[in-house]
Nanobody
């Protein structure tokens, strides 16, 4: 069994930055895609970013391109989401996820293998 634990959420003003971390335990995820989703109140969960197992390939939702970056440290079994120039519309619960297929992140999130419990990000205007 895999446990994903997010940290780093909080309250920030528009234009500010936050760095989310997701630590995995239970097994090594070095060959898994890892990434982030978010869910705002009253909205469906949406894809944010994904990174492949080497860290050499990333993909982002259009709404966060140029503002968010994703990275991972396989030795530490941890993935990070650096969020810059935050906007009020970025307010959501952010979930870490892990899966063997990038396709599941971008197209078929219901098939994602592992999920964290979520961390709240609130951006004030």
């Amino acid at each position: 069994q895999v446990l994903l634990v997010e940290s780093g959420g909080g309250l920030v003003q528009a234009g500010g930055s936050l760095r989310l971390s997701c630590a995995a335990s239970g097994r090594t995820l070095s060959t898994y895609f890892m990434g982030w989703f978010r869910q705002a109140p009253g909205k469906e969960r949406e894809f944010v970013a994904v990174i492949n197992w080497t860290g050499g390939s990333t993909d982002f939702a259009d709404s966060v391109k140029g503002r968010f970056t994703i990275s991972r440290d396989n030795a530490a079994n941890t993935v990070y989401l650096q969020m810059n120039n935050l906007k009020p519309e970025d307010t959501a619960v952010y979930y870490c996820a892990a899966d063997r297929a990038r396709f599941d992140f971008v197209v078929r999130p219901s098939r994602v293998d592992y999920w964290g419990q979520g961390t709240q990000v609130t951006v004030s205007s």
